[in-house]
């Protein structure tokens, strides 16, 4: 049984940082791609952030580029989303996600999904 538990979310102010932190229980995490989605009340789960098993490549939605950095520890099966200078448009509960390859995970056809942490950023 493969499972995914966030942590690390939480209320910021504007401008702030926050970094989450996915941890992965299972004998595919070492090879498997990771990655990060949020949905925003009334919206539908989107695409944030995601890395190969490797490490060596990673992928940002436009709308985080330059803000959020994706990055994974394969030791300690866990893989991190630190975020900066947030705006209240990242408000959303945030999602770890894995699933046998990058392309998968950044398409949006995940193995496994995360139960979620809340990220509010108020303004």
């Known amino acids: 049984q493969v499972q995914l538990v966030e942590s690390g979310g939480g209320l910021v102010q504007a401008g702030g940082s926050l970094r989450l932190s996915c941890a992965a229980s299972g004998r595919i995490f070492s090879t498997y791609a990771m990655g990060w989605f949020r949905q925003a009340p009334g919206k539908e789960r989107e695409f944030v952030a995601a890395?190969?098993?490797?490490?060596?490549?990673?992928s940002y939605a436009d709308s985080v580029k330059g803000r959020f950095t994706i990055s994974r520890d394969n030791a300690k099966n866990t893989v991190y989303l630190q975020m900066n200078s947030l705006k209240p448009e990242d408000t959303a509960v945030y999602y770890c996600?894995?699933?046998?390859?990058?392309?998968?995970?950044?398409?949006?056809?995940?193995?496994?999904w995360g139960q979620g942490t809340q990220v509010t950023v108020s303004s």
């Open positions: 890395i190969r098993w490797s490490g060596g490549t990673t």
């Open positions: 996600a894995t699933a046998r390859t990058f392309n998968l995970v950044v398409g949006g056809t995940v193995a496994y």
